[in-house]
């Protein structure tokens, strides 16, 4: 049956018909763990389909939800519910694991598949339901309840495929990086345009979860590690969330590491390599913005973890080492719940007055490492003409030197940002996230900071926008918000996040992602009969006027030669011009 389906598969796309086109991968490296005794017995009732298939393939959205369907039923510990919708029309849902009685516990959030072709999450948090459902490992609830949402992005992983990953070492048939909008769910988090992200963002808010994962694989270089991680604040780096970095840090690092090495997988930061043509010359530890779950989960003060197995170890060891981080992730939840909650409590009690709104790379090293590598050499090659990069199959242990980021820009957060009633996409969004918002019912007169972006360039499309590039110039105006509008107090849990959004100078706000894009536009114009006499007697009974004309001329020949231009010149200096244009529409309370 499985045989069957992967030819239909195969046969579907011409490229399959050449086996060349396969792309070789670097050698696979023998690997066997304590992990392993995790695996169901070929002719176990309850095998999932990934262990009956011997990890050689992941089963679709219908085998998957068949397969969960025929556990929660057996099982009284667990729940299945629907939590939103794709866009081609396929339920999102979660199961639930929950022991004893109504009350509810604090809550993991686990999810799998926001890059559908990094699956190995769904398998293992399959095996894992089965082990708490029906083989014992309820204790894991004793404190919590798993939440685990096995395939986050729906559409994408019906979009399958063996050619898919091309650096990724199965399973055969694997879906799409983004959603059937073409939208990348890891740079959506904040901006939410996705249905699945207006659908999670809702869940995280209802959940309000004491930890999150969200399970990935990665590609790269090749090293030794097979499980990598990630979150805000590792080694004391670039916490938003101090309290919460702190906790991960020096609580559940030592503790995931122990469990993973114990059964018999190799843990490690995740690997972004400076340049993946030299890894020696070091790896980067960036600090996150909020369009990725671990950026939004630091600036929500959500404690958030992002898991990378490493795409070239076999898809079974990715399965195990996912299965073994999750496990964990649930145990130091279950034992650390109350002090996750005050670190969390900590770190919504907190009200930063600055944003970093953007970073420059740091020179020094934060620290360095005893990298677990794998030696390369090189070999000439016809089709790029240069010397390429190949991977060896043996170990080579070397200091890497880890980068962080520096603050770049940095902006003073105001008492309290305006967004008028006619941005009311800007106001829902709002509203998803949960920031407290003060709304008028009548218009309000007052005086506040405003952004103008000169020199407006639009950039290449990105994440489903077309963003937008500015100098900011702030000038100080008396505004009319109309009913409708709202003030947003940066005096809140999620003043940070706010300011993400609403500050003119955050990458990734309103204004660089140009959802405010009629500001770039001006509308009314005036005709040369009328501005040419006008423009004449402004330059006769204006000496400062005509000094600074005559100084464009001299300076810009092009302009001195194109008289349409110099008449716009005139235009712009007159009450006749529309001074909104270009104007950033939501406001600053700085007094
Ligand atoms: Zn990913």
Do not use: C
């Amino acid at each position: 049956m499985v045989r069957l389906f992967a030819a239909a598969v195969l046969a579907a796309s011409p490229a399959a018909t050449q086996p060349a086109l396969e792309a070789p991968l670097p050698p696979v490296r023998p690997w066997h763990g304590a992990s392993e005794r995790l695996i169901a017995n070929s002719g176990d009732r309850w095998i999932t389909p990934a262990e009956a298939a011997a990890f050689a393939t992941t089963p679709d959205y219908a085998a998957t939800r068949a397969w969960l369907d025929r556990l929660v039923a057996a099982s009284p510990l667990l729940s299945i519910e629907t939590f939103g919708r794709s866009p081609q029309g396929r339920d999102l849902y979660y199961v639930r694991a929950h022991k004893g009685g109504t009350t509810p516990k604090p809550v993991v959030l686990v999810q799998a598949g926001i890059h559908a072709g990094e699956i190995e999450g769904k398998d293992a948090g399959l095996m894992l339901l089965r082990d708490i459902g029906l083989r014992g490992k309820d204790r894991l609830l004793d404190s919590v309840d798993l939440v685990f949402v096995p395939i986050y992005n729906a559409d994408g992983h019906e979009r399958s495929s063996p050619w898919n990953r091309p650096n990724q070492r199965g399973p055969r048939d694997m879906g799409w990086r983004t959603t059937a909008q073409n939208l990348n769910l890891n740079r959506d988090y904040l901006k939410a345009d996705a249905p699945e992200t207006r659908a999670m963002i809702a869940l995280i808010r209802r959940l309000d979860p004491v930890l999150y994962l969200d399970l990935h694989v990665t590609d790269g270089i090749d090293h030794r590690y097979d499980v990598t991680y990630a979150f805000s604040g590792w080694r004391s780096y670039g916490a938003r969330s101090a309290a919460i970095g702190r906790l991960l840090d020096t609580g559940l690092r030592p503790a995931m590491d122990a469990a993973l090495v114990e059964a018999g997988h190799t843990p490690g930061y995740y690997v972004s390599t400076i340049d993946n043509r030299a890894p020696e010359k070091g790896m980067s530890q960036d600090v996150d913005t909020p369009r990725f779950s671990t950026g939004y989960g630091d600036t929500a003060h959500i404690p958030t973890l992002l898991v990378e197995t490493h795409s070239l170890k076999p898809y079974r060891q990715r399965v195990l080492g996912t299965y073994v981080f999750v496990e964990e992730a649930l145990r130091f939840a279950g034992e650390r719940a109350a002090e996750l909650r005050s670190a969390i409590a900590a770190d919504r009690a907190a009200r930063p007055v600055t944003m970093t709104a953007t970073w420059k790379p740091n020179p020094v090293p934060l620290y360095s490492v005893d990298f677990l590598g794998l030696a390369h050499d090189s070999y000439r090659s016809p089709a790029s003409g240069r010397d390429e990069l190949r991977w060896l199959p043996k170990p080579v242990t070397f200091k890497m030197p880890v980068y962080g980021s520096l603050p770049d820009k940095v902006v003073q957060l105001p008492k309290a940002w305006w967004v008028p009633a006619t941005l009311p996409h800007v106001i829902d969004l709002l509203r998803l996230h949960g920031v407290t918002i003060e709304p008028v019912a009548a218009p309000v007169t007052r005086t506040l900071d405003m952004a103008r972006a000169t020199n407006p360039k639009l950039g290449s499309a990105s994440e489903g926008h077309v963003p937008l590039d500015a100098t900011i110039v702030h000038e100080t105006r008396r505004e009319t918000m109309p009913a409708g509008s709202v003030r947003v107090p940066a005096d809140q849990p999620l003043g940070l996040l706010a300011a993400y959004l609403l500050e003119p100078e955050s990458e990734e706000g309103v204004l660089a992602w140009n959802m405010a894009p009629g500001m770039l536009q001006r509308t009314e114009y005036i005709e040369g009969y009328a501005i040419a006499p006008l423009a004449d007697r402004m330059l006769a009974s204006d000496p400062a006027l005509r000094a600074a004309f005559d100084a464009k001329l001299k300076a810009d020949p092009a302009f001195a030669a194109d008289p349409t231009a110099r008449l716009q010149w005139f235009y712009a200096r007159t009450p006749y011009y529309d001074e909104r244009y270009l104007l950033y529409p939501i406001g600053r309370e700085v007094n």
